[in-house]
């Protein structure tokens, strides 16, 4: 069974760092792609990046910079590490899994609250 756990939101000071961990189970991270959204209060969810099945990632141009993923296959883990952070990055962050990247992302995490204060 596909299941993701998010974690390491928190609240963090304008300017502050938080990385944020996407622990996978059910399937291997070599055979599935991974993504990143967010949802802020009141907006429409925001695709942040897709790290495909072979490593390989793309981060939304915007957030490039500030954002980058990394993985541990080992632990079947995604993390998304985020430096420099605003106000406005304060959302509920998700991962999200698919067969391939841009394709439907058929299981959800059930988030982890960032909320960044000015």
């Known amino acids: 069974q596909v299941h993701l756990v998010e974690s390491g939101g928190g609240l963090v000071q304008f300017g502050g760092s938080l990385r944020l961990s996407c622990v996978a189970s059910g399937f291997t991270l070599d055979t599935r792609a991974i993504g990143w959204f967010r949802q802020a209060p009141g907006k429409g969810r925001e695709g942040i990046s897709c790290t495909k099945s072979d490593g390989f990632t793309d981060v939304t141009t915007s957030m490039r910079g500030r954002f980058t993923i990394s993985r541990d296959v080992a632990k079947n883990t995604v993390y998304l590490q985020m430096n420099s952070l605003k106000p406005e990055d304060t959302a509920v962050y998700h991962c999200?899994?698919?067969?391939?990247?841009?394709?439907?992302?058929?299981?959800w995490g059930q988030g982890t609250q960032v909320t960044v204060s000015s």
């Open positions: 999200a899994t698919a067969a391939i990247c841009a394709f439907d992302w058929d299981y």
